[in-house]
T-cell receptor
Framework: DAMVIQNPRYQVTQFGKPVTLSCSQT?????MYWYQQKSSQAPKLLFH???????NEADTPDNFQSRRPNTSFCFLDIRSPGLGDAAMYLC????????????FGPGTRLLVL | DQQVKQNSPSLSVQEGRISILNCDYT??????FLWYKKYPAEGPTFLIS?????DKNEDGRFTVFLNKSAKHLSLHIVPSQPGDSAVYFC????????????FGTGTSLTVIP
């Protein structure tokens, strides 16, 4: 089945220790998104890639970076995680950047100690 | 600032009855609205959508109503089934900003057998 896969499902890191979250997709979609969802809050878009074009949301902290080495994979790098970065990170994809359904992965829950 | 609001964190309904989930938005530029359903340990999955040129869209047991003047939409589930127990997210997008979704905080629906 075509899908969006996120690894790992749970990630524990230490305060200030860089961490990378991974997302892959078999849908062959052009656009990949990263959302952050904190407890009891709405998912918030951090950035997205249209193919190799990177689009950062204005209020996404510089501590968050992303890489998309090919169509299938996208990574979220948190350079120096703080306690406030503990959250669920959701990856999503869509075929175009026009308004259409986004397909979500199961998410990675990040815990910062 | 939260542009999409779901003011009811939770809702309980008896099996077979109607579930009504509500969503309000503040941005008059929003012209496309979606509902996502999320089970524990899974990513959100698309449920139903509506464009601002319509005021109703129906798909089986699920109907979404849009009241543009009130900036309000609702999701009706009839009849409710125990398998509908999940968190429901409302999302909105504006054609002018492409496929950028603004999510609500979600409503946890419990359907009691």
């Amino acid at each position: 089945d075509a899908m969006v896969i996120q690894n790992p499902r749970y990630q524990v890191t230490q305060f200030g220790k860089p961490v990378t979250l991974s997302c892959s997709q078999t849908l062959n979609h052009n656009v990949m998104y990263w959302y952050q969802q904190k407890s009891s809050q709405a998912p918030k878009l951090l950035f997205h890639y249209y193919d190799k074009d990177f689009n950062n949301e204005a209020d996404t902290p510089d501590n968050f970076q992303s890489r998309r080495p090919n169509t299938s994979f996208c990574f979220l790098d948190i350079r120096s995680p703080g306690l406030g970065d503990a959250a669920m990170y959701l990856c999503a994809t869509s075929y175009t950047s026009f308004i259409e359904t986004q397909y979500f992965g199961p998410g990675t829950r990040l815990l910062v100690l | 600032d939260q542009q999409v609001k779901q003011n009811s964190p939770s809702l309980s309904v008896q099996e077979g009855r109607i579930s009504i989930l509500n969503c309000d938005y503040t941005n008059s530029m929003f012209d496309y609205f979606l509902w996502y359903k999320k089970y524990p340990a899974e990513g959100p999955t698309f449920l139903i959508s509506i464009s601002s040129i319509k005021d109703k869209n129906e798909d089986g047991r699920f109907t979404v109503f849009l009241n543009k003047s009130a900036k309000h939409l609702s999701l009706h589930i009839v009849p409710s089934q125990p398998g509908d127990s999940a968190v429901y997210f409302c999302a909105a997008s504006a054609t002018s900003t492409g496929n950028q979704f603004y999510f609500g905080t979600g409503t946890s629906l419990t359907v009691i057998p």
